[in-house]
Structures are given as C-alpha cells and as structure tokens.
C-alpha cells in the first residue's frame, strides 16, 4: 500500500457589502468499469451552493493569500482566508 499527500483548500472571500463566501476545492473521481480505469480531478466550487467557481479564476486559486483579490461577477471581492488541508490518503 502506498501513501500519497492529498491537499485540499477552503478560501473565504468577502465583499464590499460584508457578504461572506466559501470557496473549496473538491475531488471528483469517475471510475470506467468498462476499462477498470479511474480518473479524477479537482474542482473549485462554492460551498454553499455547489456551483462551480468561475473556470478563468481557477488557475490562481492554488497561489491565493489572505487580502489578495479576486474580481468577477462584477464584484470585487478580499481574500479574508485561506484554510488549507493535507491528508495522508492510502492507495
């Protein structure tokens, strides 16, 4: 058995009007039972609501600080945290 670091995020970002959001990221895992062949990959979505984050964010949200900013929806929103989690996952 074979040990791999899965780490996992949680930002909270937070607007002009004080509106809090929380953003995480999440695994998806498919398995092909055809081919007995898995794949997987990560996914920035909003905790409360599940809707995916927008895709042109995507690509910065790994190098997120706290008071970064993030713009979209016509909104400027501050980085107010950033909760990052390493798991120990067996293969």
């Not at 055809?34 to 990560?42: D, M, S």
């Not at 400027?76 to 293969?91: A, G, P, S, T």
């Amino acid at each position: 058995m074979s040990k791999s670091k899965m780490i996992n995020y949680k930002i909270t970002i937070q607007d002009a009007n004080d509106s809090i959001r929380k953003i995480i990221k999440v695994k998806d895992i498919q398995f092909n039972e055809e081919l007995l062949h898995e794949t997987n990959e990560w996914l920035w979505v909003f905790e409360d609501s599940n809707e995916f984050c927008p895709f042109e964010l995507w690509s910065f949200m790994d190098r997120l600080k706290v008071n970064d900013g993030l713009i979209f929806n016509h909104k400027i929103y501050k980085v107010i945290d950033v909760l990052k989690m390493n798991k120990i996952r067996y293969i």
